[in-house]
């Protein structure tokens, strides 16, 4: 456990938002049922937001005795949100929105290729041969030995498997 | 009894059970000796995964990646001196000075073997215990089941966070979300803000593949490139000297990891550096000094964290209340698959207890055996690339939550939360009381509202009784102690008495 003498950069505002949350979910844990009875739907809800408001606010003011970090945004963006993972957090973004329309496979490569590429910085073959690999892997495993559904979208991977399986099926 | 020696044999006898528990606890020794995959990462992301699947065989694979990823921790802690889960940090205080002077080997085969006494010890007090506990439950009323969850959850909070007052505000935001949705007793509506998605609440799984996978994988972005150090392995099979002569050590750390295993909230983590606390001060002059490489600080730690295994799952069996963020984990894989841990679990569904307590000696068994074997190349593993590992876990954490309900509200909810665990553990947050908060969230919020009603809304009977019962009495002056002893004059009192309890 390390102790701090100067706060993290941002570190007043991240507290003052989850302050700010508590307390707008106190005011909503307030209208399910106000005070009507100790036992109401409300109360329990009210207890616990109750409990952030008052720890949250000792958070922030003890926050806000700490000597501020200096460095402004260019010592957030360093030590807070590095490129790295902007950068990252907009792939993950990309995918969660295609991964419906452009199906498992697609979506999933794409991303692999794009991530491994970007952290790597490796050559454009070795990524090429590291996505696909891992995407035969996930997809062995869990499409096929686990039996998850995954979003087919514009890869028609079914009626592949299926000839697949004809195929060899059919060699016998 | 013919039953229960059924059922406790079921894993060792049906091969797929055996293979599924050789698997996890292979695949767990990985999982917990890469730094940045955590055990309640993956068992997070296994849930979603293996919801079609039978309870048993779920559990067999989470069996034996706990027990596994409890173990592996503390390879990547000799070799590397980072330990790959938290229950290993102790064991890199004297594991890495060990492998520095060449004795990497000597080391990481004394870890498994006492890792192996520890769970062993851990499974033993299970199969004891939990039963004795499960009886004694049954007295149980819903004040005491609300005394325990919030011993559970300030426990988490004090005990490993930055402060009691963060630690406090993770666990109450846990509970508030895990009240989103319709209210079970009224069906008011809670939270919802009228959206027809939101009455079902907030999907725990998805909480826990955001709060354990997404955000510890962003955080991992910030030192991706460590540099790997190599150190030498031989000699892996520990002498027969050395274990005759660290047993009874092992077996005093290991009843204080079942212990601390045992109680709501604590896990191995905690119970390691206890014992190795203890293994301190009881080794009056041991060969090599602490810290600089004595057996006796790798011997104590490594049996208390894998004995803390199988204390973890007492109160989650016998209470519903998990012992430690893993089997809050579990408890959520247990819920999903309708088992209703609680009391009643062990008269209801003894096939279920003895078949765990049978499958985690399995997968204690498997751990000795991959334990000691394997570790050529175990380096080469370790030393993946982390540029594909981790776009890998990101990967799994977005299929993992939408295949919850096969929908992508789960995946934002999931990212939502992979954000907010990011900043939270960024700005010194513990993630692990928000966890233990959504799965204890109804107990709480149910058994207060039982105890209130039984007492006429009356808010002095209830503190009445509250202190008049003897086991309420406990519980309650338990958690006042707890918080005490986070106050400044506790610890002023403290450092006073053993000044070398002070431990940064």
Redesign the interface.
């Known amino acids: 456990?390390e102790t701090?003498n100067t706060r993290?950069p941002?570190?007043i505002v991240?507290?003052a938002a989850?302050f700010g949350f508590?307390l707008f979910?106190f005011w909503?844990?307030y209208q399910?049922?106000g005070f009507s009875?100790?036992?109401?739907?409300?109360?329990?809800?009210m207890a616990?937001?109750a409990?952030?408001v008052i720890?949250?606010a000792?958070?922030l003011i003890?926050s806000a005795g700490l000597a501020s970090p200096g460095g402004g945004f260019a010592a957030f963006r360093k030590e807070?949100l590095?490129p790295?993972?902007l950068v990252?957090?907009l792939f993950?973004?990309a995918?969660?929105v295609t991964?419906?329309s452009l199906g498992?496979l697609l979506a999933?490569f794409l991303?692999?290729l794009f991530?491994?590429w970007y952290?790597?910085r490796?050559r454009i073959g070795r990524t090429l041969l590291?996505a696909v690999v891992?995407i035969v892997g996930?997809y062995v495993i869990?499409r096929l030995v686990?039996?998850?559904?995954?979003?087919e979208g514009i890869i028609p991977e079914r009626a592949i498997l299926a000839a697949i399986g004809d195929f060899f099926g059919g060699s016998n | 009894m013919m039953d229960a020696l059924s059922y406790l044999f079921a894993s060792w006898l049906q091969p797929e059970l055996l293979a599924l528990t050789a698997v996890g606890t292979f695949a767990g020794i990985y999982i917990g000796a890469i730094p940045g995959l955590s055990v309640t990462m993956a068992v997070s992301i296994l849930i979603s995964?293996?919801f079609?699947w039978e309870v048993n065989h779920a559990l067999a694979l989470m069996n034996g990646i706990f027990m596994g990823g409890v173990y592996g921790g503390s390879r990547t802690a000799i070799l590397l001196n980072i330990p790959g889960a938290p229950a290993a940090i102790a064991t890199a205080l004297d594991g890495y000075p060990m492998a520095k002077k060449g004795e990497a080997g000597n080391a990481i085969g004394l870890s498994t073997v006492m890792s192996f006494f520890g769970g062993f010890v851990g499974i033993i007090v299970l199969a004891v215990a939990a039963p004795v506990v499960s009886e004694f439950a049954i007295l149980f009323q819903p004040r005491d089941y609300m005394l325990l969850a919030v011993m559970g959850i300030l426990l988490v909070g004090s005990l490993s966070g930055?402060?009691l007052?963060?630690g406090?505000?993770a666990g109450?935001?846990g509970?508030?979300l895990g009240?989103v949705g319709l209210?079970p007793?009224?069906a008011?509506?809670?939270?919802t803000f009228g959206s027809v998605d939101m009455m079902n609440g907030i999907s725990p799984v998805a909480l826990m593949i955001g709060l354990f996978g997404?955000s510890e994988a962003?955080l991992q972005?910030?030192n991706?490139h460590l540099a790997a150090v190599k150190q030498k392995v031989d000699k892996i099979v520990p002498s027969f000297s050395d274990l005759k002569k660290y047993l009874p050590l092992s077996l005093q750390t290991s009843t204080i990891g079942v212990i601390i295993g045992a109680l709501p909230g604590t896990g191995g983590d905690i119970a390691a550096l206890m014992a190795y606390d203890h293994a301190k001060r009881v080794t009056k002059d041991p060969e090599v000094p602490f810290g600089q490489g004595a057996k006796e600080g790798l011997v104590g730690p490594e049996s208390a964290n894998n004995a803390a295994v199988g204390g973890a799952y007492i109160p989650m069996l016998t209470l519903g209340i998990p012992g430690d963020a893993v089997t809050a984990v579990i408890i959520g894989a247990l819920f999903i698959h309708g088992l209703n841990p609680g009391p009643l679990l062990l008269v209801e569904k003894p096939d279920m207890f003895w078949f765990t307590v049978g499958n985690l000696t399995l997968a204690n068994i498997f751990m000795l055996i991959f334990g000691l074997t394997g570790i050529k190349i175990f380096t080469k593993i370790i030393e993946c690339?982390?540029?594909?590992l981790?776009?890998?876990i990101?990967?799994?954490s977005?299929?993992g939550a939408?295949?919850i309900n096969?929908s992508?509200s789960d995946?934002?909810w999931m990212?939502g939360f992979g954000?907010l665990g990011?900043?939270m553990k960024?700005?010194?947050y513990q993630v692990g009381p928000v966890v233990l908060g959504i799965i204890l969230s109804r107990l709480?919020?149910d058994n207060?509202?039982r105890a209130?009603?039984s007492e006429q809304?009356n808010?002095p009977a209830f503190f009445y009784g509250m202190i008049t019962s003897p086991l309420s009495a406990v519980l309650f002056f338990t958690i006042l102690l707890i918080l005490l002893s986070q106050t400044p004059v506790w610890k002023a009192i403290k450092m006073h008495a053993h000044p070398r309890l002070g431990r940064?």
């Open positions: 456990m701090h993290r941002g570190e991240f507290n989850l508590s979910m909503q844990a399910i049922s009875a100790l036992s109401s739907a409300g109360a329990f809800p616990m937001s409990i952030m720890t949250s000792v958070v003890r807070v590095p790295a993972v990252f957090s993950i973004l995918y969660s991964l419906k498992f999933s991303f692999l991530s491994i952290l790597e490796g590291l891992s996930v869990f686990f039996q998850v559904v995954l979003p | 995964f293996t079609g930055e402060s007052a963060k406090v505000f109450a935001l509970m508030l009240t209210d007793m009224t008011e509506q809670r939270f997404v962003l972005l910030h991706l690339p982390k540029g594909v981790f776009p890998l990101l990967l799994l977005v299929v939408y295949s096969n992508l995946v934002w990212l954000v990011y900043f960024l700005y010194g709480m919020d207060w509202r209130i009603i809304e808010l940064g």
